[in-house]
């Protein structure tokens, strides 16, 4: 099964950071409404099941 680390959507938090921990990286999603494009980030694991939106990385 595909997990999140292989999902183009997946970035890994970089050591030092202040919500750094091993495995753990954010979602981040470009969307759009009626205003315009925004970005929705939220915290995942690398080792999490991938979701119906995962991209598989090139
Ligand atoms: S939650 Fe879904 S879209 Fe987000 S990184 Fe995981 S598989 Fe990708």
């Given amino acids: ?3 999140c680390a ?3 959507y997946f970035f890994s938090i970089p ?3 202040y ?3 091993k495995g753990k990286g954010d979602c ?3 969307e759009q409404d009626q205003k315009g494009k925004f970005w929705l980030s939220r915290p ?4 999490s099941d991938a ?3 995962m991209k598989a990385r090139k």
């Fill in 1 to 3: 099964m595909a997990r």
């Fill in 6 to 8: 292989d999902c183009s």
């Fill in 15 to 17: 050591a030092g950071d």
């Fill in 19 to 21: 919500d750094y921990e």
């Fill in 28 to 30: 981040v999603h470009e």
């Fill in 44 to 47: 995942v694991l690398e080792e």
């Fill in 51 to 53: 979701c119906a939106k």
